[in-house]
């Protein structure tokens, strides 16, 4: 069994959009059904269940959701989509109706966690919600697979880092991201299953991976990395995670396979006003941790202990990305890669290499 099973079990339904209403009438036969979708997925969601009778359509805009429940009592299902699957789960929870989550993305907006956030009466709110009782994922087109692939490579990465900054003690492996480390890492090393896996299964691995960030397991470095591409590099989502997935494993795997502490100062204030210059507005900047001495020559025995195994497991993941991840940092920033110990709050791989005087 997938590791996201366990969580969501046989809930997660595959087909193509076509195929929703007749599940929908299958599952949940009586009443009518309140609709409820932001204007993303509207079109898509409108044309599907044309034909679909006896059902109140409603576009979500943001406003507030207490409107909603003058919906008649004949509603029976509530179906939600795109960002109004929050509004979706909470109207359905408070109704105690069945809800059914649609996504025609990769991105499981609104599902991660379990809260819901709404507007109600001009106040956000969040609100305890169970999962929904069916999520239907249509086909995820080509694109869409891969940035769902990507953002698993990211994930794995992020993983791996993990374990490694809670072998060498570093800030980023922190005690409370355990529980859910191997959730995570089960889940995001679902990109190295056959090709041709269906959306379902790759929408799972991405909802527990979601699941994961949702409950407190640090992203690590890469995701930092990733953000402040698609800000400063201007690159979209999908290349920011190929690229930087295969910039930043590229730089942990030079590191672990020829690193050493070089030993001398590391003028931590410049490289910090650098940061602050070059990329303003970052929030890394403002919370960078410098480690003592003894800290320090704790780290390096330890790197001296884990790098060999470190190294092995590196070239291992990067064995594993796809072609289309290529092997350069030709879309990145390099001042970006050299500054991610400021920019992400310096408590990764990449500080490490700092305070070892590499970066």
Known sequence: MRASDTLFGREVHEGSAEELPSLLKARFPMGYYLILTDEESAPA???VLKRLLKKIFVVLREEDVLPLFSAPDAVTCVVGAGKAIAAARYFACVRSLPLVAVCFS???QGLGGRTASVNVCGENVSY???PPDLIF????????????EAFL???ALSALSFDLCLRLGLPDGKEAGKPLFSL???????ISDPPGRGSAELFRAVLACEYCFSGGFPEGEIFVFVRLSEKFAGLSRPRALRACTAALSGLYALFFDGGFYRGGMVDYNARREEAKRLFPGAAGTERTAFPTAEQLAARKTAFEREKGEAAARLSAFRAALPAREGRNAEETQTALLRLLPELSGGGGIAALMRDFGLL
């Open 45 to 47: 969601l409108g044309k």
């Open 184 to 190: 995570l890492d089960a889940a995001s090393r679902e």
């Open 137 to 148: 994922a249509a086909d995820l087109q080509k694109g869409e697979r891969e940035e769902a």
């Open 153 to 155: 490579s990211a994930c």
């Open 128 to 130: 305890p919600v169970p």
């Open 106 to 108: 990769c991105r499981p």
